[in-house]
């Protein structure tokens, strides 16, 4: 998970690099590798299973799709982390803060365009991810965004560039800032 995975996988020339969310939308998208797609796919292992999501919006077409509409501040993640996610963007409206959460399907290409559309004019986001800094896409996304945008607010949350101690994905979610708590914080700090 990370370093290798997003970060070297990403400049392979015409490679899909996939982040399925689920154990069905994983089914989903080897499925349409092996049967529909003719070159070079990898498809992100979502560890630790489905968490807190079960669904799939896989069909081959869309490579990001939006779960929740806002306008204060846009989340966008990829993988497992959809569900930590929503769950903050449900405290964050606990606190009158009205979050979009937009998810990554593919993160090569990178679907700037298709971001852009849904963010629908939302000048403050947040790019969560679960990989090592240096080795995700929040760079080379918040780049494309602001070439699109100069005056958009991005800023990220990932693994850091330490070592990450061991734990249960949870634990080790919540050390890192990345659980539900820790992404709305971490949005209310972007908000101020």
């Not at 982390?81 to 449900?90: K, R, V």
């Amino acid at each position: 998970h990370g370093v290798f995975d997003v970060g070297f996988l990403r400049h392979i020339p015409g490679m899909r690099l996939l982040a399925p969310a689920s154990c069905l939308e994983q089914q989903q998208m080897l499925t349409w590798a092996v049967k529909e797609f003719d070159g070079p796919v990898a498809v992100r292992y979502p560890r630790g299973g489905d968490l807190g999501y079960s669904d799939s919006c896989w069909d081959g077409s869309a490579d990001a799709v939006c779960h929740r509409r806002g306008k204060d501040i846009a989340i966008i993640t990829y993988g497992t982390l959809i569900g930590q996610a929503l769950e903050a963007a449900e405290l964050l409206a606990k606190r009158g803060i009205d979050a979009a959460v937009i998810r990554l399907l593919t993160l090569s290409p990178l679907p700037t365009k298709q971001v852009a559309a849904l963010l629908d004019g939302t000048q403050k986001v947040l790019i969560a991810e679960e990989a090592a800094a240096g080795a995700g896409v929040h760079e080379a996304l918040a780049f494309e965004l602001r070439k699109m945008d100069p005056s958009m607010n991005i800023h990220a949350i990932d693994l850091g560039d330490h070592f990450v101690t061991h734990g249960s994905l949870q634990q080790l979610l919540h050390h890192c800032g990345l659980d539900a708590a820790g992404i709305a914080d971490t949005a209310l700090e972007v908000l101020k």
